[in-house]
């Protein structure tokens, strides 16, 4: 302030400034004194001002908080224990938009003070403590009031019984399962404890081949299998040891398939397959060290010109059982007998025109052909189609191919001769 005067005022008058200004204050004092409640007016208009504008900016939020609410119990008895499932709670809140945004289950805390009270059902307060937050108040809760039941607290000792999820892989199986200990403490309300008939060790066994040993909790089951809620198992879990042999195994035999009797004649087996040609089977160690292959029923060719398909179902021999398929289809393929066959045929002049004669100077052709022998057989001259195309020639001698068409299925392997001297002449 002596600065500022300074600078307003010369230093011959810096005296007379600060006097003033004393004056002033002391002028101002004096009012206040005289008149108390215009200063209390000034506080509370300022205070005013203040929470308009705040809650202006960040208005206040009165609602009801979008989740349930767990309600805990708290200073219970040592005696005594809870013996029902505590309900949730809702509460309506009252907070600042900014922090609505904030608030999460965490910050809350719903408790019943359970003090001073002895074993009976009863009705007690519920109280919502409010953490982690300022500015947060509850408004209400829906319910205010929720019902305990207090009962004495006992234990007692229930046996464990291990239990099996999952299974073990093919081959093997699982031996004795022993858990640490064989009975448990059960403590709780009495009403619940007196459900509790078994601890139950629930054992994963997916997937073993090795016995290990595995830490599993335990569950407090009644005597239908259901779990019941409410009470406490000391230890809460326990380690059980595992067994498991392998009693099997699992080997890949080949299938095989006997043909008995004989096909048409001409005819021949000229192979055999089975679908799947192995199958996988299980049994005792012993037993599939000495099965080399699974022999099928025989299949019966007899007669036959055309293959053969059968559906069969796959003998196992005792003690062994299949991993996958129990059935197989053998084809057997059944083909002519490939054979050749020397003969001899007139050569036929074709396209010869009217009036016209033809005349050779080979009158037949010598052929060799390769076939089936049951075709090769029933040929006849017809069949080779030998002739000499003369089509549109007129009267003359020409030399001229043979052409051979035989059936389908068989080849001409040789013509002697190939060509022929045709001789035309009119009628």
């Known amino acids: 302030m002596a600065g500022v005067l300074s600078g307003m005022f010369g230093d011959g008058s810096r005296a007379e400034a600060l006097e003033l200004a004393r004056d002033a204050w002391r002028r101002a004092l004096a009012s206040v004194a005289r008149t108390p409640g215009l200063l209390l007016l000034s506080v509370l208009l300022g205070v005013s001002l203040w929470v308009f504008v705040t809650d202006t900016e960040n208005p206040t939020i009165v609602e009801r908080f979008p989740q349930p609410l767990v309600v805990v119990a708290v200073n219970v008895d040592e005696s005594l224990a809870v013996a029902n499932q505590l309900p949730t709670i809702t509460v309506r809140v009252s907070a600042p938009s900014d922090r609505w945004e904030q608030l999460t289950v965490a910050n809350f805390r719903a408790v019943v003070d359970l003090a001073n009270f002895d074993a009976r059902s009863q009705e007690v307060p519920v109280e919502v403590e409010i953490e982690g937050v300022n500015g947060v108040r509850v408004v209400d809760t829906e319910p205010s009031t929720i019902t305990v039941n207090l009962e004495d ?31 448990v403490t059960v403590s709780g309300p009495d009403s619940l404890v007196q459900l509790v008939s078994t601890a139950a060790a629930d054992v994963n066994v997916t997937g073993l081949t090795v016995g290990v040993e595995q830490t599993v909790e335990l569950k407090p089951l009644g005597a239908g299998g259901s779990e019941i809620r409410g009470v406490r198992i000391e230890p809460v879990s326990l380690r059980v040891g595992l067994e498991v042999t392998q009693s099997t195994i699992v080997r890949t035999v080949p299938l095989s398939v006997e043909v008995i009797g004989s096909p048409a004649p001409g005819f021949r087996v000229s192979g055999v397959d089975s679908s799947p040609p192995a199958v996988r089977v299980q049994g005792p160690i012993e037993a599939l060290q000495a099965l080399d292959t699974i022999d099928l029923p025989a299949v019966n060719v007899n007669g036959a010109r055309t293959d053969i398909v059968r559906s069969m179902a796959i003998p196992l021999p005792p003690g062994l059982s299949f991993v996958d398929t129990e059935r197989a289809t053998v084809t057997v393929t059944v083909t002519a007998i490939p054979s050749t066959l020397e003969t001899t045929v007139a050569v036929v002049a074709g396209g010869l025109g009217t009036a016209l004669d033809a005349s050779f100077d080979v009158p037949n052709i010598s052929l060799v052909l390769e076939g089936p022998l049951p075709v090769l057989n029933t040929l006849t001259g017809a069949d080779l189609g030998v002739v000499v195309d003369v089509s549109g020639r007129p009267p003359g001698v020409y030399t001229l191919p043979v052409e051979v068409s035989p059936p389908d299925g068989v080849e001409v392997l040789s013509v002697q001769p190939g060509n022929v001297t045709v001789t035309i002449t009119a009628r």
């Open 153 to 183: 607290l006992v234990t007692k000792q229930v046996p464990v019984d291990t239990r099996i999820i999952g299974t073990l892989p093919i081959g093997y199986e699982l031996g004795e399962m022993t858990p640490d200990q064989s009975e």
